[in-house]
């Protein structure tokens, strides 16, 4: 069963509009989460986290939104940029918060902005 | 300054066949850990280590062995290969206990 989905293989945006990456999850013991973005052939990089205790972290154009109750959590990137197109991984851990190294990766979301 | 490097880059076994998986890493980090990537699939943690001559198992252990002799170092042992092992692993080191800094990837194949 997976504990975290990211439901959509993939998603397109225009060059300079607003990128929304999704992330479900059904353990409510998960209380820390990351994204991730990957090129091909390169390993992942870490990118943005959220702590259960926010709703909301910013970091330059990348933002994370966090809904407890709905079990969700979303990735913006404004304004989208050519280089931004990867494979983005959300990954949780439950229990230890940043201290754990046991997290559960989604399957990723394909991400293609196009000039 | 390197960051982390993982060699080879790709390798092909055969059933039964023994091989490490070598990863260094060059910043200093405590945490090290390996992590395999199926096709379609997301990052699965095997081992990983808090620092040297400290290792523990992750969610897919079974087959591998490590060892952390040094900061640097931190090498993955297939103990006798099996084509479910077909994956591309991944080396990731961080200052904290979640991966920051990832390999390029080793595409390993088992026939």
């Known amino acids: 069963d997976q504990q975290v989905k990211q439901n959509s293989p993939s998603l397109s945006v225009q060059e300079g509009r607003i990128s929304i990456l999704n992330c479900d999850y059904t353990?409510?013991?998960?209380?820390?989460f990351l994204w991730y973005k990957k090129y091909p052939a390169e390993g992942p990089t870490f990118l943005i986290s959220i702590s259960s205790i926010k709703d909301k972290n910013e970091d330059g154009r990348f933002t994370v939104f966090l809904n407890k109750s709905a079990k969700h959590l979303s990735l913006h990137i404004v304004p989208s940029q050519p280089g931004d197109s990867a494979v983005y991984f959300c990954a949780a851990s439950a229990g230890s918060g940043a201290g754990s190294y046991q997290l559960t990766f989604g399957k990723g979301t394909k991400l293609s902005v196009i000039p | 300054n390197a960051g982390v490097t993982q060699t080879p880059k790709f390798q092909v076994l055969k059933t039964g066949q023994s091989m490490t998986l070598q990863c260094a890493q060059d910043m200093n980090h405590e945490y090290m850990s390996w992590y395999r990537q199926d096709p379609g699939m997301g990052l699965r943690l095997i081992h990983y280590?808090?620092?040297?001559?400290?290792?523990d198992q992750g969610e897919v252990p079974n087959g591998y062995n490590v060892s952390r002799s040094t900061t640097e170092d931190f090498p993955l042992r297939l103990l006798s290969a099996a084509p479910s092992q077909t994956s591309v692993y991944f080396c990731a080191s961080s200052r904290q206990a979640f991966p920051q800094y990832f390999g390029p990837g080793t595409r390993l194949t088992v026939l």
């Open positions: 280590s808090v620092g040297a001559g400290i290792t």
């Open positions: 353990n409510s013991m998960f209380d820390y």
